[in-house]
């Protein structure tokens, strides 16, 4: 479970294959082919691994095993991805904001795992400088599958999913947003966006994993699956094999 190496886009995060490839006529930092067409809603993400291997399997058994102390070992992981943002932070506190999960699943699951991961991370961090808003947003409707959807449509199916209920914690402030799985970055996207219509006056998004490219033949990777719709296939296959990894 190693840190992502390598270049990565300065705005999302996605690998480039060649550091030089997508660079700025100006010098400035590299960008990939999406970001050098379309600025995303946020200003950076950063990710603190390759979501594969270990740190997959270390997610899922916090998600779907409900091995709860795996929030500390994740948290740890979320840390290094936000101190590679906290340079451009502001002096005054930055709001750090979980994706919500939507009350029928955060029901059943019991925890939503951004908000366990997230306190993990800052915990001992001075609340001047990062500040837990876990009420700020809301998740208002359950989404549809992805599944087979386009771009336009994934971020359509998100579209109006998540309210700001406390337009007072984001107005005239900068934000962090926080999740496990950065993966087509449409949720954290339409979090982005919420939160800006509510007078955020930055977004920030820190994620302990993310989806990279796997080859340099292919120029997007990006899943037809939404984070959650993603990871829920996936953990249904790997509950059995994380419940009894976890004891």
């Not at 603190?48 to 779907?64: A, D």
């Not at 029928?104 to 990062?130: H, M, S, V, W, Y």
């Not at 009420?135 to 359509?156: C, F, M, N, W, Y």
């Amino acid at each position: 479970m190693r840190p992502i190496s390598g270049g990565v886009c300065s705005l999302c995060g996605e690998r480039l294959f060649s550091p030089y490839a997508f660079a700025a006529d100006d010098g400035s930092e590299s960008r990939c082919g999406l970001c050098r067409r379309v600025d995303p809603v946020f200003t950076r993400a950063a990710a603190y691994g390759s979501y594969e291997s270990g740190l997959r399997e270390l997610i899922h058994l916090l998600k779907y095993g409900g091995v709860r102390p795996a929030a500390n070992v994740l948290g740890r992981m979320l840390r290094e991805a936000i101190a590679a943002l906290q340079d451009s932070f502001p002096a005054d506190s930055v709001a750090v904001i979980p994706v919500p999960l939507h009350r029928t699943k955060l029901r059943q699951r019991g925890f939503n795992q951004a908000e366990l991961i997230a306190r993990a991370a800052i915990k001992g961090i001075d609340p001047a400088r990062l500040h837990l808003c876990s009420a700020v947003l809301e998740r208002k409707r359950d989404t549809a599958s992805q599944i087979g959807l386009t771009s336009h449509q994934r971020r359509e199916n998100l579209r109006g999913a998540f309210h700001v209920a406390q337009a007072d914690a984001v107005n005239g402030r900068e934000v962090l947003v926080v999740d496990d799985v950065y993966t087509t970055g449409a949720t954290v996207s339409e979090c982005a966006r919420v939160l800006r219509r509510a007078g955020a006056t930055k977004v920030w998004v820190a994620t302990v994993a993310r989806t990279l490219k796997v080859s340099a033949q292919h120029v997007e990777i990006r899943s037809a699956y939404d984070e959650d719709e993603r990871e829920e296939l996936s953990g249904a296959r790997e509950v059995p094999l994380a419940r009894a990894a976890g004891g």
